[in-house]
């Protein structure tokens, strides 16, 4: 699949015309070598990286920049980088006489120098260091704003470089995590079709396709990435690359979240308000589109009624302040204005049980989840290590309050809710 035929769009069978004004992607060895091109025509270039990000491909950006005029924002590589008010400051103070940003790293990085870009209208490129998430090649980023975790509608890189030696050198866990946020798709696609019968979300067979064909290609590539074998980093990071652009298609992150990075948000976000480990992003993620598939087979298993759960208010009220902590309020808030709790949905999971069940068979089986984890060393008893059965299922109740999109994590409650 050649990706920069695919960023000059497509005319589709679903009435829109699908487009990602991303000029170029380079994935290969040497890629890199491409800025010094790409950057021609711009004078003040800001680097922004952190000490680890740069250590891996921050000389070789250097040297492709040679003759134009540079600074840096550098973070420590020693803690966790938020991409919240006080990262973006950092770089914003340093945006005086700059006509370009260059991140140099993988998905925080690119999500602040996405948002920075957007908000200050001054352009950016992308150096990936490594294959560990989608958010490369989308026009949304993932920041934490107020404590809470948002995607915030923001541009595009007009290049992205990612230098196969860079990627492979990059750590395991890393590479773990980008081809478990490839596996997660199985989730957010099932949740998308789910959503598309439930509440009549638009729906694009293309966009679906091409996601999963990324699955497809990523498996085939599972083998090589404990070994860092160079073919099978690259393909796992085109498929990621691939799914960016699906995104941007679409106009949003639909194709590639649901259910899973709920989950996985949960675990980030009340890590950092309780100051609580958590797994990188695409390992959560992994293992929660295990979580995900238990909760399809349980509600495979039963019958739609048409009665659903309403929480009491002050219930619910407690329990969302308990399992957020000072992000409560605003989980609240954003609950009550997308008016989710008053839906009334049962009826639906009524009149469409047939469609709907055919729907959520089609999501691979936890068994399988299992074996996949399995395949790059990830052990689902560490995950339960981390969390513990009691945060594992306040996230099963509550992640769904993070966002307001629909997903299984919905229906779950809808059907399930006086039991969980």
């Known amino acids: 699949m050649d990706i920069n035929e695919m960023l000059k769009g497509v005319e589709c069978a679903c009435g829109r015309i699908h487009s990602c004004p991303i000029e170029s992607i380079y994935v290969e060895t040497g890629a890199i070598a491409h800025l010094t091109e790409l950057c021609e025509s711009y004078k003040s270039i800001l680097l922004v990286a952190d000490e680890n990000t740069y250590g891996a491909a921050g000389e070789q950006t250097e040297n492709a920049l040679r003759g134009k005029n540079t600074s840096r924002v550098l973070f420590t590589g020693k803690t966790v980088l938020i991409p919240n008010e006080d990262a973006i400051d950092a770089v914003q103070d340093n945006l005086d006489g700059i006509d370009l940003i260059i991140g140099i790293g993988s998905g925080v990085i690119q999500d602040l120098c996405k948002y920075v870009s957007f908000f200050n209208k001054i352009p950016y490129m992308v150096v990936a260091t490594a294959p560990s998430m989608d958010g490369y090649a989308s026009s949304g980023a993932a920041m934490i704003l107020k404590g809470m975790k948002e995607t915030v509608p923001a541009g595009l890189p007009l290049a992205i470089v990612a230098d196969t030696d860079v990627l492979c050198a990059s750590p395991l866990e890393m590479i ?21 019968a ?46 960016g652009i699906m995104m941007s298609f679409l106009g949003n992150s639909r194709p590639a979240s649901g259910s899973e990075h709920h989950l996985s948000h949960f675990f980030e976000i009340t890590g950092i308000v309780k100051n609580e480990p958590y797994f990188p992003h695409g390992i959560d993620v992994f293992y929660s589109t295990y979580v995900t598939a238990k909760i399809r087979e349980e509600l495979l298993n039963l019958s739609y009624d048409g009665s659903q759960f309403v929480p009491n208010r002050q219930i619910y009220e407690n329990d969302i302040k308990s399992a957020y902590g000072t992000v409560a309020n605003g989980c609240i808030e954003l609950q009550d204005k997308v008016g989710n709790y008053k839906k009334d949905r049962g009826s639906v999971y009524n009149s469409k049980e047939k469609e709907i069940k055919e729907i959520l068979s089609e999501m691979p089986s936890s068994e399988k989840i299992s074996e996949l984890l399995k395949l790059v060393e990830l052990d689902l008893g560490e995950f339960y290590a981390l969390y513990g059965e009691s945060k594992i299922n306040t996230a099963i109740k509550y992640a769904k309050d993070l966002k307001d999109r629909y997903t299984v994590l919905w229906m779950n409650y809808d059907l399930r809710g006086d039991a969980l």
């Open 176 to 196: 773990k995590a980008g081809f478990g946020d490839i596996i997660g798709k199985y989730s957010a696609l099932n949740d998308w079709k789910l959503s598309t």
């Open 198 to 243: 439930v509440n009549g979300e638009f729906f694009c067979d293309y966009i679906y396709n091409t996601t999963y064909e990324m699955i497809k290609e990523t498996l085939m590539a599972a083998d090589g990435l404990l070994k860092r074998e160079k073919k099978s980093v690259e393909a796992v990071t085109r498929a990621l690359m691939v799914v």
